[in-house]
């Protein structure tokens, strides 16, 4: 009988060390730098972003906030896939883009740049232009402080 009980307590011990043990999955997915610039023409936001930390990070997405009262609205991301989606018109005007990057390799070195544009601001000089980006994914983010960045800073 004491052998069965001892048996089962080792077993029991060896579950829970394994299930004790279990890797945890953490991204750090980040803002690097946001950058914005003002033409006759246009008004664009350039947003480099890279995850640091030990895993992938899945499902991957990006919000870049736009200037006040601009239009047309459109976005494109090189480094690496993903697709960028304008957001609806409201009135007459759209206010940001959403990227989809799916899964963002670790490393410091991978990096993806979005850059969004649109037309200048209608706003007025009380409005100077500006813009934001936020980052997220499906995985745990170990450090939050790096997801999000404006410009000017």
């Given at each position: 009988?004491?052998?069965s ?38 008004f664009?936001?350039t947003?480099?972003?890279n ?46 883009a ?44 170990i450090q ?9 800073p």
């Amino acid at each position: 009988m004491w052998k069965s009980i001892l048996t089962a307590l080792i077993a029991g011990l060896a579950v829970q060390e394994s299930a004790l043990g279990q890797a945890v999955s953490s991204a750090d997915v980040n803002i690097v730098s946001v950058t914005g610039a003002l033409s006759a023409q246009d008004f664009s936001c350039t947003v480099v972003i890279n995850n640091q930390n030990d895993d992938d990070s899945r499902l991957t997405r990006v919000i870049v906030l736009m200037p006040l009262q601009v239009r047309k609205v459109r976005g494109r991301v090189s480094g690496g896939p993903g697709r960028c989606s304008a957001a609806p018109v409201v009135g007459t005007f759209q206010a940001y883009a959403t990227c989809d990057l799916g899964t963002l390799p670790q490393g410091p070195s991978v990096r993806r740049t979005i850059t969004v544009t649109s037309t200048p601001s209608t706003a007025g000089a009380n409005y100077p232009p500006s813009c934001s980006a936020f980052i997220y994914s499906a995985v745990g983010d170990i450090q939050k402080k790096n997801n999000y960045m404006a410009w000017p800073p």
